[in-house]
């Protein structure tokens, strides 16, 4: 069975930047991170292939964010680079059973537990 424990959110002012890592037990699929804000639907953020080659970035974090992949320590980053009030969020890891990244969150099948990033204005 496979888990998926994130860590690195917190609280940081607008601007600044943060690191998310998600440790994936007994896989190297296919990986995305989503994110929910405050009274809103879960969104999808980025997403990674299996070898880590191909990503995808949501317009709102494009050229801001970096996912990226170590499949030696099968931990998937988000690299958060100048932070924004707007997204702040409980930020969650995914994994599906493919190779190919998805925007969709129907399509992941593994999801971890989430961790709160607050950014301040």
């Known amino acids: 069975q496979v888990q998926l424990v994130e860590s690195g959110g917190g609280l940081v002012q607008a601007g600044g930047s943060l690191r998310l890592s998600c440790a994936a037990s007994?896989?190297?699929?296919?990986m995305g991170w989503f994110r929910q804000p405050p009274g809103k639907e879960r969104e999808f953020v980025a997403a990674?292939?299996?070898?880590?080659?191909?990503?995808d970035y949501a317009d709102s974090v494009k050229g801001r964010f970096t996912i990226s992949k170590d499949n030696t320590k099968n931990t998937v980053y988000l690299q958060m680079n100048s932070l924004k009030p707007e997204d702040t969020a409980v930020y969650y890891c995914?994994?599906?059973?493919?190779?190919?990244?998805?925007?969709?969150?129907?399509?992941?099948?593994?999801w971890g537990q989430g961790t709160q990033v607050t950014v301040s204005s």
């Open positions: 990674i292939s299996s070898g880590g080659r191909v990503t």
């Open positions: 007994g896989s190297r699929n296919a």
């Open positions: 995914a994994g599906r059973r493919s190779d190919w990244p998805d925007r969709l969150a129907t399509s992941y099948d593994y």
